[in-house]
Nanobody, 131 residues
Framework: QVQLVESGGGLVQPGGSLRLSCSTS????????IGWFRQAPGKEREGVSC????????NYADSVKGRFTISRDNTRNTVYLQMNNLKPEDTAVYYC????????????????????????WGQGTLVTVSS
């Protein structure tokens, strides 16, 4: 079964850091472009960041620019989301998702609701930012 698996979530104080990981099960990551998304309670899922399959291009939502960094290690079949200077409003379930089309992934993080078109999803990992 083709699946993505997120890990690294947890409870952190405001101003703290976490690193999320997104690994694969059943396929290799090389040809997939990956996006990170998040969904807070009672809110629509929103895009956070995305990275091209060969890591030559990255994009970020305005709300996380300068604080979050996306990267990938294709030799480890893993994509990372380093989150620094976390704020209470970053509290959400974070999902990674992949697609063979970078346009689809980019649209997914840029256009409300477009995340639905991404091909493969993980189950999510909870990030709670609270003192």
């Amino acid at each position: 079964q083709v699946q993505l698996v997120e890990s690294g979530g947890g409870l952190v104080q405001p101003g703290g850091s976490l690193r999320l990981s997104c690994s694969t099960s059943g396929f290799t990551l090389d040809n997939y472009h990956i996006g990170w998304f998040r969904q807070a309670p009672g809110k629509e899922r929103e895009g956070v960041s995305c990275i091209y399959s060969r890591a030559v291009s990255t994009n970020y939502a305005d709300s996380v620019k300068g604080r979050f960094t996306i990267s990938r290690d294709n030799t480890r079949n893993t994509v990372y989301l380093q989150m620094n200077n976390l704020k209470p409003e970053d509290t959400a379930v974070y999902y990674c998702a992949g697609d063979s089309s970078y346009a689809t992934v980019y649209a997914g993080i840029s256009i409300p609701g477009a995340y639905r078109y991404l091909e493969v999803w993980g189950q999510g990992t909870l990030v709670t930012v609270s003192s």
